[in-house]
């Protein structure tokens, strides 16, 4: 006799996908100076909320459900991390290829080679931990302004925003909300 499926099975929700990602979060100071640069550059845009401001460090993937083995995996890479305070600087807004195109703030890469040294640390920690996924794109490190409709002709220079570096944080979100879930926050020496 054939296995018959409950009707209740048949229309339940799929589980919500999930990522997971490290990600630096501005302080409110650093937060004003990127929210001021975006409305200086960008018009007639869709702006990312000023509590979404980031700059992605490393992409660790996605999973249906919650999976609290690469959570802790995660955590483990993060604890392995010894890196002291230091500053990331950006100074201007571009277009990045996407439909519609993001807009983003962009450091040139000989200013910011801490954050590069310490992506690269973060990486071999989260590899060490069995996370594959780690990191699997090119690093450019970027904060995600707004979506307009066009992209920028050009890149664009603003005042240099100095950003303090003191720590760095463990996000999980979910496909479709607007909110992450900060699941740890690691302090730099």
């Known amino acids: 006799m054939p296995s018959q499926t409950p009707q209740?099975?048949?229309?339940?929700?799929?589980?919500?996908?999930?990522?997971?990602?490290f990600a630096l979060l501005p302080d409110a100071d650093t937060r004003a100076r990127i929210e001021a640069a975006a409305r200086a550059t960008v018009a007639s845009a869709?702006?990312?909320?000023?509590?979404r401001l980031h700059v992605t460090l490393l992409y660790l993937g996605e999973s249906a459900g919650?999976?609290?083995?690469?959570?802790?995996?995660?955590?483990?890479?993060?604890?392995?991390v010894a890196v002291s305070a230091f500053e990331a600087t950006f100074d201007r807004v571009?277009?990045?290829?996407?439909?519609?195109?993001?807009?983003?703030?962009?450091?040139?890469?000989a200013s910011n080679a801490p954050l590069h040294a310490f992506r690269a640390a973060l990486h071999a920690a989260a590899?060490?931990?069995g996370l594959r996924e780690a990191g699997r794109t090119a690093f450019v490190p970027h904060v995600?302004?707004?979506?307009p409709q066009q992209a920028l002709p050009e890149a664009v220079a603003v005042q240099p925003i100095h950003w303090p570096v003191r720590a760095f944080s463990l996000l999980?979100?979910?496909?479709?909300?607007?909110?992450?879930?900060?699941?740890?926050?690691?302090?730099l020496g």
């Open 8 to 21: 209740s099975d048949l229309f339940a929700a799929p589980s919500p996908v999930r990522s997971l990602f």
């Open 46 to 51: 869709r702006m990312t909320a000023p509590h």
């Open 66 to 80: 919650a999976n609290p083995r690469w959570i802790a995996a995660a955590r483990r890479a993060a604890d392995a």
């Open 94 to 109: 571009a277009s990045f290829r996407g439909a519609p195109p993001p807009c983003v703030l962009l450091g040139d890469d």
């Open 127 to 129: 590899l060490a931990q």
């Open 144 to 147: 995600t302004l707004a979506r």
């Open 172 to 187: 999980h979100s979910v496909r479709g909300q607007s909110d992450y879930e900060r699941l740890g926050t690691w302090p």
